[in-house]
């Protein structure tokens, strides 16, 4: 049975290498510094520093385990396997929202979550800008500021606010969504998922959607958001698997399993079981 780091010596190490190697970039860095990966997709020499020194340290904290970073995956796909494993992986974004930052936005964050037998134990979102650190163990409830979160019942449906992230899918879901938005309450995008889910943590927003979902992105969320009381699950009803990279349903991240029900509904006109 693999022996679990304590979850705030982890909290620690994230908290060192984003503010030792991409805080101290941030608003500083040299057009040569900044590189596409893919068209749109950016990276920046913070992101692979950051990277590097997690790597260092997370390896330190649980010997033996797997690093799964993001800029790592961009090299070599074929490290995405070892989340199938029954090995301990080490999920790494070290700049979630590299866009917002690379443009001197300071709306991003340095996210990871910790995988034992293909099941997500730990996660991690540290926003460096303001020192703020979510985090949790599962069964051990979410904490956010050193404070344990248990969300509250979720407003009513014309007082949820919430993001979408459908750009370039289903033309008719978008367009389905569009025409309830004055169903539900405003909308706002900060380009972050770190950020979004801590919002979700703190109640000033009730759900995201999102069709992207590289475990990256959404694993350390996944798992923060259900230790404090939310749900998620993608449209079609199955559940989020960090194994699963392209999937045909996007994911509505929400506060509550009963906003989860709403939101599919009246935003998205899909029938509930």
């Not at 409830?141 to 248990?150: E, K, T, W």
């Not at 029900?261 to 935003?267: K, T, V």
């Amino acid at each position: 049975m693999t022996m679990l780091p304590d979850i705030t010596a982890v909290a620690a190490a994230i908290k060192e290498a984003a503010r030792g190697e991409a805080l101290s970039r941030f608003q500083k860095l040299q057009d040569h510094e900044i590189k596409e990966k893919t068209p749109g997709d950016l990276v920046t020499v913070a992101d692979l520093e950051t990277e590097r020194a997690l790597n260092s340290a997370l390896s330190g904290l649980l010997p033996g385990s797997i690093m799964v970073g993001e800029e790592a995956v961009a090299e070599n796909p074929g490290l995405l396997h070892a989340l199938a494993g029954d090995d301990a992986c080490w999920i790494i974004d070290p700049i979630d929202g590299t866009i917002n930052y690379a443009h001197g936005v300071p709306l991003f964050a340095t996210m990871v979550a910790l995988v034992v037998g293909g099941e997500v134990v730990g996660g991690w979102i540290y926003d460096s800008v303001h020192d703020l650190m979510a985090m949790a163990e599962k069964g051990a409830g979410a904490y956010l500021d050193g404070q344990r979160v248990s969300l509250p019942p979720a407003p009513p449906l014309n007082r949820l606010s919430g993001c979408l992230h459908l750009a370039g899918y289903d033309r008719e879901l978008a367009a389905t969504a569009a025409r309830n938005f004055e169903a539900v309450g405003p909308l706002l995008v900060l380009h972050c998922a770190g950020l979004e889910y801590q919002l979700m943590l703190k109640g000033r927003l009730h759900y995201a959607v999102y069709l992207r979902t590289n475990p990256w992105d959404h694993a350390p969320g996944q798992l923060i958001l259900a230790e404090a009381g939310g749900h998620t699950a993608r449209l079609d009803g199955s559940p989020y698997g960090i194994d699963v990279i392209t999937h045909p349903s996007p994911l509505l991240a929400t506060v509550g399993e009963g906003a989860w029900a709403a939101l599919r509904s009246s935003l998205f006109g899909l029938k509930n079981d």
